[in-house]
């Protein structure tokens, strides 16, 4: 037993002398599932040897770790929200942790200012670990949470170089198989609505477009390339501006179900027919593209799987803080149907 310190012992001394993050402490105290038996041990035995009492009303009062993440959502445009992606991967998420003592907070974190008041909070012991979502290629906040110590995954990546953990799909083996299966179906004019290019998830999906467009030897330039936001309304806008350079066109790629679902909406209005016309594919795989008319061909994201293995990650570094970041790409697939 080593000598006990001066003073009363904090919740940091004994989650440093038992080699773990604050939050299992916590957990451990409060009896919370999830945690290691070794680790459970190595936390009494730190409690034990520093003679640490837990005082539950003072930790209450001081917003101390009470098993809690945030889904921290860094979108600045509230008209975003309305679409499904953002819904499914808060579901998605939110059932990774249902069979956990772990609680998840869903907060909105758009400027500077919240950004630093949301890294003063998180620090400040309300949250164990944060879950980050729609982060575009210049947003400092998961340096700001490495930083500060917080474990912290990340939903898709900022670049090719990411530092913090994250888990993503195969955006560019994906958008290359959905145009591959275009011109396997004998399309040449082939032109994609993209996201926003200041996230890597956007420019993955042009990427795939562009590889598989330069695999089969098929010319296109700039002018066959649309950027949208991700919106049911920047597909629309983009669809538009495509045929007035392109009336050609024999195919599209959106690089999301609901810009699919624009572009359709478009065509249709145009009298052109998908996909005897123009043939159209998606990315998401949403019950959009199942209800859509005609019932979308896109590029299935596993949803489900990411929102477990963000939480999986993030568990994983509150209990080792000291554990590699990790960087998890999971497998799209191509679901046919009837618009390619």
């Given at each position: ?45 730190a409690i034990a040897e520093l003679g640490y009492v837990p005082n539950l009303a ?250 477990r293995t963000m939480v999986r990650l993030l568990l994983e570094e509150m ?22």
């Amino acid at each position: 037993m080593g000598k006990r310190r001066p003073g009363t012992p904090t919740l940091e001394e004994v989650a440093a002398l038992a080699g773990v993050g604050r939050g299992t402490v916590s957990r451990v105290i409060n009896n919370a599932a999830g945690v290691k038996e070794s680790t459970r041990r190595a936390v009494q035995r730190a409690i034990a040897e520093l003679g640490y009492v837990p005082n539950l009303a003072a930790r209450s009062l001081a917003g101390r770790p009470a098993d809690a993440v945030a889904l921290a959502i860094t979108e600045k445009d509230w008209r975003k929200f309305g679409e499904p992606f953002f819904a499914e991967v808060v579901r998605a998420v939110g059932d990774a942790l249902a069979d956990t003592a772990v609680q998840l907070l869903v907060t909105l974190v758009r400027t500077d200012a919240e950004r630093q008041r949301f890294v003063e909070y998180a620090r400040g012991g309300r949250v164990d670990g944060v879950l980050l979502m729609s982060v575009h290629a210049d947003d400092p906040l998961p340096d700001m949470l490495a930083d500060a110590g917080l474990p912290t995954v990340l939903l898709g990546r900022r670049s090719g170089d990411e530092r913090v953990t994250y888990v993503d799909a195969d955006n560019t083996g994906g958008a290359r198989e959905a145009v591959a299966h275009l011109l396997h179906g004998g399309r040449r004019a082939i032109a994609t609505i993209t996201g926003p290019l200041d996230m890597y998830v956007a420019q993955c999906r042009l990427r795939g477009y562009q590889e598989a467009l330069e695999r089969a030897g098929v010319g296109t330039g700039a002018s066959w390339v649309a950027e949208g936001d991700f919106t049911e309304t920047s597909g629309r806008r983009a669809m538009a501006e495509i045929l007035r350079r392109h009336p050609a066109v024999d195919a599209v790629l959106a690089a999301s179900d609901a810009m699919a679902a624009g572009a359709l909406a478009v065509l249709r209005a145009a009298g052109r027919r998908v996909p005897e016309d123009v043939a159209v594919i998606g990315f998401d795989d949403f019950l959009l593209a199942q209800h859509a008319e005609p019932p979308l061909t896109t590029v299935r994201q596993p949803v489900e799987e990411i929102g477990r293995t963000m939480v999986r990650l993030l568990l994983e570094e509150m209990e080792q803080p000291e554990v590699a970041w990790r960087h998890v790409i999971l497998r799209t697939r191509l679901v046919v149907r009837d618009s390619a």
